[in-house]
């Protein structure tokens, strides 16, 4: 076998384990907390393609020699099956050390196998029970995204979010609140950028102590909030202070069927009240 068909062949053999990572990259980022990809030239990357690459072809070789044995007996027993090919797998590891002849239709349908074992790998890193299985490891390596946005997301809590913006003068800043929508984080998991859906914004003041009052603490004064509507995205290189609370989202159902000014008040009271984590950038 050339050095083009012994490569083909090795990405043919890897192609549901990079199936998987694939999956793994996009099921990052559809939960709302995304970090760089895992290329497949890191350690971690090419041992989790490798691991399941070898498990689906395992598990595959293990169903189509039960099955080919099961059309064996059912041919000598009950009625007539024809002639079969070699087991695919079989016919692949005899070509891999150094048979130069193979059976018409065993590598098509070694083929159309690993093709079967592809789905099954994007079909199992995306399941809902791998995440039950996973639960409370952070896989991903997200650190305090993974505790308050993405574990509370998956057991249907709605992240809300209190960004303070670095003050552009003196004493006064502009801060947000709002749903959690997207989260960023670079290589060494720092936050990169965080989105919020239909925030509010307000304006708010760092009132340090006075002369006159030494021992009085320095406190944080939030002015008049406005809905400002739609989806804002905060860079990163702006943001000062995070906090994150978690509310049920049956909660959050019940607060926004309430009247207008009902409504308003029962917010306040879940956001107040809810489980948060305070996070300095």
């Not at 027993?77 to 090919?85: A, E, F």
């Not at 989105?195 to 009085?216: G, I, K, M």
Request: proline letters at 5%.
């Amino acid at each position: 076998m050339n050095f083009t068909l012994a490569l083909l062949a090795g990405l043919v053999l890897l192609l549901p384990g990079m199936t998987a990572l694939v999956s793994w990259n996009i099921q990052g980022a559809a939960q709302g907390a995304k970090r760089p990809e895992l290329q497949l030239t890191s350690v971690t990357a090419l041992f989790m393609a490798l691991g399941v690459a070898i498990l689906m072809h395992v598990l595959g070789y293990g169903l189509v020699s039960l099955f080919w044995a099961a059309l064996i007996e059912l041919g000598e027993h009950i009625r007539p099956v024809g002639p079969l090919i070699p087991n695919p797998y079989e016919m692949a590891l005899a070509i891999s050390l150094g048979s130069k002849t193979a059976a018409s239709g065993s590598i098509e349908a070694f083929l159309v196998l690993t093709l079967f074992e592809c789905l099954l790998a994007w079909r199992l890193i995306a399941s809902p029970g791998l995440d039950l299985v996973l639960d409370g490891f952070d896989v991903r390596s997200q650190g305090w995204i993974y505790q308050h946005v993405v574990r509370p997301l998956r057991h249907g809590y709605t992240p809300i979010a209190y960004v303070l913006t670095a003050t552009p003068s003196g004493e006064y800043g502009i801060g947000y609140e709002g749903i959690v929508a997207d989260i960023r984080q670079g290589e060494n998991g720092e936050l990169r950028s965080i989105s919020l859906a239909e925030p509010q914004r307000f304006a708010y003041q760092l009132v340090p102590a006075s002369e006159r009052h030494p021992r009085r603490k320095p406190q944080l004064v939030t002015h008049e909030r406005e809905w400002v509507g739609g989806v804002v995205a905060l860079d990163g290189s702006v943001i000062r202070n995070v906090v994150i609370h978690t509310v049920s989202q049956d909660l959050i159902e019940q607060v926004e069927n309430l009247p207008a000014e009902e409504g308003e008040d029962a917010s306040e009271w879940t956001v107040n009240n809810g489980a948060g984590s305070e996070i300095d950038t």
